[in-house]
């Protein structure tokens, strides 16, 4: 699998963990607010994975 493929699911977790969170709001407070949490950090790490550069493709250290 292609690493933008992997972005892009990790991404959709997130967002659906977001709206889930957003959603059950209404009945479990705590556990939206626990969702909302973890799909705001599945989708900075996404961020994060989309941007990180492969050690084997950078210079060698010296």
Not at 8 to 16: D, H, P, S, Y
Not at 20 to 42: D, K, N, P, S
């Amino acid at each position: 699998m292609s690493k933008m493929v992997m972005v892009a699911l990790w991404f959709l977790v997130g967002l659906f963990l977001l709206i889930g969170g957003i959603a059950g709001m209404g009945t479990l407070y705590v556990t939206g607010i626990c969702l909302v949490i973890a799909g705001l950090l599945i989708i900075v790490l996404a961020i994060k994975k989309a941007m990180w550069k492969n050690a084997e493709m950078s210079a060698p250290a010296k």
